[in-house]
C-alpha cells in the first residue's frame, strides 16, 4: 500500500503499486499538468499589486 500527498492540490491518495498508478505522485492527470507547468516556469510571478503602494517613491521627486 502507498500512502501519498498529492503536491499539487494535497489530496491524501492510496494505491497498491505505482505500476498502476500512471499518475504518481499526482493524483489525476489535471494536478499532473499543473505540476508540469509549475516546472516550466512561469509560476513565480511578483504581484504587480505591491507596487501600487509606491508613495514613498514620490518623495525622492521633489527635485525640480
Ligand atoms: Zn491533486
Known sequence: MINVT???CGRKM???TI???????MCSPRC????????????YRIPSESEGEA???TDNMETP
Not at 499532473?32 to 509560476?43: F, Q, T
Open 6 to 8: 498529492c503536491p499539487v
Open 14 to 16: 492510496q494505491g497498491q
Open 19 to 25: 505500476d498502476e498508478w500512471p499518475q504518481f505522485p
Open 32 to 43: 499532473r499538468l499543473i505540476d508540469l507547468g509549475r516546472w516550466l516556469g512561469g509560476n
Open 55 to 57: 508613495d514613498e517613491t
